[in-house]
């Protein structure tokens, strides 16, 4: 990637240059419009455009990191968009103002994304405390969560309170999504004790609850019953939190059934880790934790151009064939025989 | 970390000049003497030994990857000295030839060692057909797992069918000695269903097996409820083998009780990954894994010279006070301002 030198001064706007004080300004003030601007330039895959991104995010630092930031896991299935529709409106009818972001590595192949699908949350969607912004489509996961990141921040800094971050869990994205939020949850399905099995592997260990959705009707003993399941599993498994035992709970977010209850203790969970001192403690980890990860992707980035890729490869396939040993390989990947 | 240039044919030898095709050849006969200086070359911090380590590694390498290796970890007091002197004893009694190695992360601080006690491996410490080589003490787990894989490499071409792998299990070197092995085994103390908890976060789910030790005497009824707490939470995990089911099982190694019954678990478990191509497919993985580790810990070692080592942790404070946001801060890092 190349690094452009960074012009902190701007001048007349003109056609390829961006008025960052204006729209740092108008974000505060809570303007949408902006807002959306702010995180399209932030999404941008231009690289004339990072500087200026790095700039926005960097201006409004003050303003942001005053809302609540919650983490959204389940299948495809779940009900999320369901759940987090039964949240919000709990959230908004208490006066918050909530942003919905999503985090879906699938959204680039599919084309299509979480959240897309805006008809399961037709109240949130045209409400005018909410803020709803689909999963960005950039290639790499590294690049939606830095993304990702940098939206939950300018959206604070616009006002909103209540930061959910949906993610379908593909590869690594719960890991990353837990890495951005102060809450995660896990929305789960109904289900027998065998369906907790190929269950994803590590994910109990991130989550501060668990929550199955869909407890009604002929589903809700099932629902008792794979909430005690989960719990003897919890009970085992060092919390994501420290000083927070993380618990399975039943809901159903199509009669509004369990959704207070799940609010009272994240409020609960928020309190007691502000009093620990845990919140601000996780929050300073997250935003170091995140810079290295931007080291090392900035470093991979400089070094992996294309045809060290393509050495990288060739390399790969031999250590795997067992012709090269690991080490020799690198060798030849930093200091390449003519 | 400097990158000098390589020899690939070696003169006469003089001072400070290895000759590695004859260290290469005589261990390849079993010659322990040259295996223990193969390993101090390994071992060694001085930059320009390095091109000679991997010279001799490149070399053993058609010679090496034979044998069965056998990760093994518990907490201290768990007993895997004992364990490992129990299950060796079995081994040579059948006629394998072992080699008893560490990671033990901690040795670089204590200046102590796992394994340097050899007065709880009595019988293997006096047995030809067994080599025993304490953890490299180097500073850095990156280090020392380089150090034990080559180490691996090195007893293969010797001979040794069988390479056991303790760790201790202080910070990440549960998966470090996972990624290098077929078999991986937590050995853990009786106790009671209570005594499961704090147990280390995803240890569980690296392992092929569990085998409660000391289940002899008063311990006995103990050790089988444990074994069941165990099995209880197997049940919902992901295995780290597919198409292999993690169980828990009791022993007494020093009564020799149960050791024959994880000999022929293990021999079941390499038949059938064998047999469904998941050992091989383990190993490729394992050593191309192995190779992006050794490209990123050379990226890290290229790029944080004193001076950006010194800049990164002062961005890094101000990460962590928020007055720099990650992004604005890996651009000063990259680009620092006159």
Known sequence: MNNPNKK?????????????????????????????????????SAVH????????????LPSAGKSIRIGITGVPGAGKSTWIEAFGKTAVSKGYKIAVLAVDP????????????????EFLAHHPDVFIRPSPSSGTLGGVARMTRETILLCEAAGYDLILVETVGVGQSEGIVRGMTDFFL???????????????????ELVDAIVINKADGSNREQAIQTMHDYNQILRFLTPAT????????????????GIQEIWELIREFIESTKE??????????????WMSQLVQIRLNETFFNQQKKYLMKTLESKVRQNELSPSEAVDLLFNPKA
Chains 1, 2 share one sequence.
């Not at 455009?49 to 409004?60: D, I, K, S, T």
């Not at 699938?106 to 949350?121: F, H, P, Q």
């Not at 420290?242 to 059934?257: D, F, I, M, Q, V």
Request: charged share 25%.
């Open 276 to 289: 620990s001192g845990e919140f601000d403690k996780r929050r300073s980890k997250q935003a170091v934790d």
């Open 49 to 60: 455009h990072r500087p200026y991104a790095n700039e926005l995010v960097q201006q409004l």
């Open 106 to 121: 699938s959204s680039s192949l599919s084309g299509g994304s979480i959240l897309g699908d805006k008809t399961r949350m």
């Open 242 to 257: 420290t000083g927070w035992k993380p618990r399975a709970h039943t809901c159903s977010a199509l009669y509004n059934e």
């Open 8 to 44: 902190r001064v701007f001048k007349k706007k003109t056609q390829d240059q961006v008025n960052i004080q204006e729209i740092a300004e108008k974000i505060t003030t809570g303007d949408r419009g902006y807002l959306s601007k702010g995180i399209t330039l932030i999404e941008s």
């Open 186 to 204: 896990l929305l789960s399905l109904t289900g027998a004790g065998d369906e907790l099995q190929g269950m994803k592997k590590g994910i109990m």
